[in-house]
């Protein structure tokens, strides 16, 4: 029997019980069988996290991938073990709070749970748009680290377009392989540098929440949080636009959108999934074969395109109108 005093969120179409509030997520009805459970276990003590730690100063340490469960280390937030695609354990270092939490919970940690629930987790923000025949779609775009992915979902969002997700995309993979991917429908939070808030809200970042207050000392974890209306329902993956930038050049433009063959689309696309992320550690034997075989199958049923811009958030309102007329007017695959 779940505590009375559990918080109760839906995203990604699970039903989620936690122990501690996920402001972030939006709130579900409550339930005695949710699809999710995550728990708050004891503290552990920072002595105890240097002896876990094998590398030198580590952002994110693998501990162990397990056929059935998955369990990372976060040194400055907590160790996180992923059970079944059901279970999630915290346990936090000493002296740190449900804020700094939920940073990795709702990303590297969610991902790990959606893969366990055989979906394919991207890195990846995605919009709603109409496609060619009127219909919703999902428009998905990932980059590298600084390639403008939240910018751009942020900027998209106030568009008009509702968002999916911002930084996870949880992909189901149909059985039948001429279907496309159905983007599952995340969390509206987004989470913006301070000159993003000041290009495309107006606004001083410091009218917006910190993303987490107590770690807020970098410039990457300096970002404020914004919340963007969600898509009511799941959509088909119909276009992935890889970000990319180049320098100004008088002989190129400031905006390209390359149409990706097959095999270079495989090979571009597989480094955005947080499998590949995880490496060997987690990509090997059957998962290894499953995760490259949803990988094609995006690549088969989706426009695959090469966005570059020059790096010049003043080119924002252009990158939309782009990335709008394709989806409206790129006939689909299938």
């Known amino acids: 029997m779940l505590s009375s005093s559990c918080d109760h969120r839906f995203a990604y179409g699970l039903r989620i019980a936690s122990d501690f509030p996920l402001s972030d997520l939006p709130t579900s009805p409550p339930t005695d069988r949710p699809d999710v459970r995550i728990e708050l276990a004891g503290t552990l003590l920072r002595s ?12 994110e340490n693998v501990l162990s991938f397990e056929q059935a469960f998955s369990r990372v280390l976060f040194t400055e937030v907590g160790r996180f073990t992923v059970r079944g695609g059901t279970h999630v354990l915290v346990e936090p270092i000493e002296g740190t709070s449900a804020s700094s939490w939920r940073l990795p919970l709702l990303g590297s940690i969610l991902a790990l749970l959606l893969e ?33 992915k939240s910018t751009l979902g942020a900027s998209l969002s106030l568009a008009g377009f509702p968002l999916l997700c911002d930084d996870v995309l949880g992909l189901e993979i149909p059985s039948n392989r001429s279907n496309p991917p159905i983007a599952r429908v995340g969390f509206g939070g987004i ?36 919340v963007a209306p969600l898509a009511q329902a799941e959509r088909p993956l119909r276009h992935v636009f890889l970000l990319a930038s180049h320098e100004a050049d008088p002989h190129r433009d400031d905006i390209t ?3 990706l063959a097959p095999q270079e689309a495989l090979a571009l696309l597989l480094p955005h999934t947080f499998a590949a992320r995880w ?16 990988c094609a199958q995006v690549v088969a049923s989706c426009h695959i395109w090469e966005l570059s811009r020059r790096r010049d958030l003043k080119l924002l309102p252009q990158t939309i109108e782009l990335i709008v007329t394709t989806a409206r007017e790129v006939a689909l695959i299938g």
């Open 257 to 259: 959108l390359r149409s």
């Open 191 to 226: 989470k913006l540098v301070p000159d993003a808030v000041r290009a495309i809200l107006n606004i001083a970042p410091e009218e917006l929440p910190h993303v987490s207050p107590e770690l807020s000392d970098g410039a990457e974890l300096d970002k404020r949080y914004f």
């Open 116 to 148: 366990q629930r055989t979906l394919l987790a991207l890195h990846a923000g995605a919009v709603e748009m109409s496609g060619p025949d009127g219909t919703p779609i999902a428009c998905a775009f990932a980059g590298e680290k600084g390639q403008g």
């Open 279 to 294: 490496g060997e550690l987690y990509l090997k034997g059957a998962v290894r074969s499953a995760h490259f075989k949803a």
């Open 48 to 59: 105890e996290i240097e002896r876990l730690v094998t590398i030198d100063s580590p952002i």
